[in-house]
């Protein structure tokens, strides 16, 4: 008795089952957007933003001026992580954006987060730009052939 369902509970149940779970429903979101790229860039700026507060005993690392590329830097590659990932239409410009600022943290930041940041970074801004939206079926189908008349 207890371990049996009331019919209110069974149906309840199926229309659990046919709809999407919370996973599926982030893996089709994903891959709408640059989701690697934008991510790999965000983890780069965050990378550099700490070790642009690198404290070393009595030695504190900080390059560019007065240190203030040390955070501006990593806040702009954060921000372009999450904008590429936010707007994907505008891809191509924040990962070109993103991969001329890690390649410019090489000098504004701890030599780009001690490399490190640098190649996250610059290997987010690459897959930003590279990435491409999967084509949908209905617009393949949609498309009209070329006449093949006008080529005789």
Known sequence: ?????????????AEDASAPTRRARFRAWRRERPFVGGLLTALGGVEMFFSGQLDLGRIH?????EGLQATIIPILL????????AMPAHRIFYGVIALAVAVYSLIGVNLGGFFIGMLLSSIGGVLTVAWMPRERKGDAEAEPEPDQERDA
Not at 1 to 13: C, Q, V, Y
Not at 78 to 83: F, M, Q
């Open 61 to 65: 690392v900080q390059l560019g001026i």
């Open 78 to 85: 954060v921000l372009l992580g999450v904008l590429a990932i």
């Open 1 to 13: 008795m207890l371990l049996s369902r009331p019919a209110a509970h069974a149906a309840t149940a």
